[in-house]
């Protein structure tokens, strides 16, 4: 059951990195300590945490206390899952790990902080790896003047407390972003289910964001209303949530967001971050709502498991469809056997590709936002 007493709106606004987020190795502003302090958690609290596996706040503290043992940020290794001995250390510097994490700040165009993340890194280093992954995913034919990304290096006021936690996870558990053999990694800390159940399954980015906000705006913005957002399997509605305080920038000229939370509630989340989501399945309210027709559909990290990603895709018969997803073959998210984008490349042949970025990924995993338009010639 979800806290009751924790009110988001209040929280952002009050909130500061300084203050409200855990710090590595610190004896009083721990991950436990902080989650409770934010949250309203009693210090007994026993509640159980799930998703790939179990946990309680204190069985995750001692997780986080014990560092590299029982091979807990074993990240980079082989197919058959030993550390791998190709590179200096199997375990990142805590340079690489800060050149990820900035991968994604406000401030920066995501085109040109790979390319910086690539100029930074030393020959057969991980971060050497790592980019040189990332930048192959990366994958942009949008049309230019459609500004889909951000596409200036300029200071941006942008709260997302979610990003700042998973910075805090980055440091703790030695991580610098997914290389290749990340599709072989079976295991996840105990960190992942609490963060999932606070915050949602993957950080929306302040370019994430922005790509959305875009595409959500009307052709004739004097004449016309915002298109409406769809987030369907929205689970705790941070997405929502950050997508309606987004930050408009100073003439910009971008109309504030109509974001539509909608979920059945088969998943249990312990905070929700927005009070007016639509209980109901996501193919009946798309039926119900002119096949979503005229607005954006947005799938959060959607399940691989029953069907549902398919289910969506085919109701939808919009333009526009967002997915945040896995981008490797690991069947986390989406389908099973196959990554989204060769899903849609395959069986929705009407929609095609036109951005690719990556998210940041929790250590394990490796997420991506994609976007899927509609052809001009398949309306």
């Keep these: 059951m979800a806290l009751k007493s924790f009110n988001p709106q209040d929280y952002l606004e009050a909130y ?3 203050t409200h987020v855990p710090i590595p190795d610190s004896p009083t502003q721990t991950f436990t300590s902080t989650i409770h302090g934010t949250f309203n958690i009693p210090e007994n609290d026993t509640y159980t945490y799930r998703a790939q596996g179990e946990t309680t706040l204190p069985l995750t503290q001692k997780a986080i206390s014990g560092k590299r043992t029982h091979g807990l940020h074993n990240w980079y290794h082989t197919p058959t899952g030993t550390p791998t001995t190709t590179l200096p250390s199997p375990h990142p ?4 790990i800060t050149a990820y994490t900035t991968l994604f700040s406000a401030s920066l165009s995501p085109q040109k902080a790979l390319n910086a993340f690539s100029a930074s890194s030393k020959p057969s280093s991980l971060q050497s790896h790592v980019s040189s992954y990332l930048a192959s995913r990366f994958h942009n034919t949008s049309n230019p003047s459609t ?3 951000p596409s200036s290096k300029n200071p941006r006021p942008h709260k ?5 936690f998973w910075i805090y996870a980055c440091h703790e558990l030695e991580w610098c972003g997914p290389w290749p053999d990340t599709v072989y990694t079976k295991h996840a800390h105990h960190m992942l289910p609490v963060l999932y159940h606070h915050f949602g399954c993957v950080v929306p980015t302040y370019a994430a964001l922005h790509v959305l906000a875009k595409l959500a705006q009307p052709a004739r913005p004097s004449k016309e209303t915002v ?19 987004f930050p408009m920038q100073a003439g910009s000229g971008m109309k504030a967001l109509d974001v539509r939370a909608v979920d059945d509630g088969t998943s249990e989340y312990r905070v929700m971050w927005v009070q007016d ?3 109901v399945d996501g193919a009946r309210y798309l039926k119900e709502n002119d096949a979503g027709k005229g607005g954006v559909l947005l799938l959060v990290y959607p399940q691989a498991t029953g069907g549902f990603t398919e289910k969506m895709l085919r109701a939808f018969q919009g333009d526009t469809v967002v997915v945040a997803s896995t981008q490797n073959g690991n069947g986390f998210t989406g389908f099973r056997d196959v990554v989204v984008d060769q899903w849609v490349e395959k069986n ?7 951005l690719r970025m990556p998210l940041p990924s929790f250590p394990g995993k490796d997420e991506a936002l994609f976007v899927f338009q509609r052809r001009r010639n398949a309306a």
């Design 16 to 18: 500061t990195p300084e």
């Design 227 to 245: 298109k409406p957002i769809f987030d369907v399997g929205s689970g705790n509605g941070y997405w929502t949530f950050m997508l309606r305080n």
């Design 93 to 96: 510097l805590p340079a690489e």
């Design 277 to 279: 989501t639509i209980k």
């Design 147 to 149: 500004g889909l990304l």
């Design 348 to 354: 929705l042949k009407e929609f095609e590709l036109t």
């Design 160 to 164: 997302n407390p979610y990003y700042d």
